[in-house]
């Protein structure tokens, strides 16, 4: 399994501060089956714990992903600040999921 972050996902993490391991936990729930919210169209929606937390009221990630091939960390935000994100934004994103599966400019980070 190859995993990616796009840029705009490199920055949320740094500035709040998640591991990469919790990254990574999150890639496993959902090789082994374990995915929070099937968007469609190859996206996903992972939860990952806020550090010293659970992850129900942590963070949702949205995820390119293709089972044992790769995924990317489109888009990451905190439970408390929105709940989900609209037709319009899946889209955008189902979009930018395609752009980015066929380009290499997007950061990689092997796990």
Known sequence: MRVFVT???????????IDDARLCEA???AEAGSIDANLGGGIIKQRVARRGGGRSG????????QTS??????YGFAKSERD?????ELADLKNWR???YHSTTCKSQRH
């Open 7 to 17: 840029k705009v996902f490199a920055r949320f993490v740094r500035s709040e501060r």
């Open 27 to 29: 890639i496993a729930r």
């Open 58 to 65: 942590g963070y949702r990630t949205v995820i390119a992903y």
């Open 69 to 74: 091939q790769r995924s990317v960390f489109l």
């Open 84 to 88: 989900n994100i609209n037709d319009r």
């Open 98 to 100: 395609d752009t980015i």
